[in-house]
């Protein structure tokens, strides 16, 4: 069982919207800016997507965007493209003997 | 460019040994907190442990506490996890990855560690 809860999938056609939860407590998602969001394509190394909740690192595309409202955090992916399909995973710093926790991953459809 | 590379996964016999070396290149690795991140079959990332820029300082995720190690040559550029006492449940892909404003940039392509008789 992770720490942060995920939706196990979510779908959409392309050009359209989705988003990803990721549900923590106030002991990580809810007590730090500290949220960061990652993308994995079957077999790959994970790829850094959002962090500090809302920001994009260099080359990510503006169609990735990130929010978060009390113990809950959001990943938002616009004008769906069939390369956004892959594993989604939110990652949060905490406050407890597990500084680091990820979600259990959302797998994204694109239809 | 920026890379990290692991190296040293392999078949173990539950109770065995081995260690995971990363190698990292194109950026001063002697600057940043370096992490190991595991993924065992079909399930999602799980932190393991992580360690300061001069070594000095290291953190375990509860379940390989006292049975794994990191350290880091920063002379080498090199990162580690000496894993002793290997159980099943160990068995994943394990990535070295970089820590950068509280996220997690840039990731090796990963080791895969398989624990069975």
């Known amino acids: 069982q992770s720490a942060l809860t995920q939706p196990a999938s979510v779908s959409g056609s392309p050009g359209q919207s989705i988003t990803i939860s990721c549900t923590g407590t106030?002991?990580?998602?809810?007590?730090?800016?500290?949220v960061s969001w990652y993308q994995q394509h079957p077999g790959k190394a994970p790829k850094l997507m959002i962090y500090g909740v809302t920001n994009r690192p260099s080359g990510v595309s503006n169609r990735f965007s990130g929010s978060k409202s009390g113990n809950t955090a959001s990943l938002t992916i616009s004008g769906l493209q069939a390369e956004d399909e892959a594993d989604y995973y939110c990652?949060?710093?905490?406050?407890?003997?597990?500084?680091?926790?990820f979600g259990g991953g959302t797998k994204l459809t694109v239809l | 460019e920026v890379q990290l590379v692991e190296s040293g996964g392999g078949l173990v016999q539950p109770g065995g040994s081995l260690r995971l070396s990363c190698a990292a290149s194109g950026f001063t690795f002697s600057n940043y907190w370096m992490y190991w991140v595991r993924q065992a079959p079909g399930k999602g990332l799980e932190w393991v442990a992580n360690i300061k820029p001069d070594g000095s300082v290291e953190y375990y995720v509860d379940s390989v506490k006292g049975r794994f190690t990191i350290s880091r040559d920063n002379a080498k550029n090199s990162l580690y996890l000496q894993m002793n006492s290997l159980r099943a449940e160990d068995t994943a892909v394990y990535f070295c990855?970089?820590?950068?404003?509280?996220?997690?940039?840039?990731w090796g392509q990963g080791t895969m560690v398989t624990v069975s008789s």
């Open positions: 990855t970089r820590g950068w404003t509280y996220a997690f940039d840039i």
């Open positions: 106030s002991s990580d998602v809810g007590g730090y800016n500290y």
């Open positions: 990652s949060s710093f905490a406050s407890s003997s597990t500084p680091w926790v």
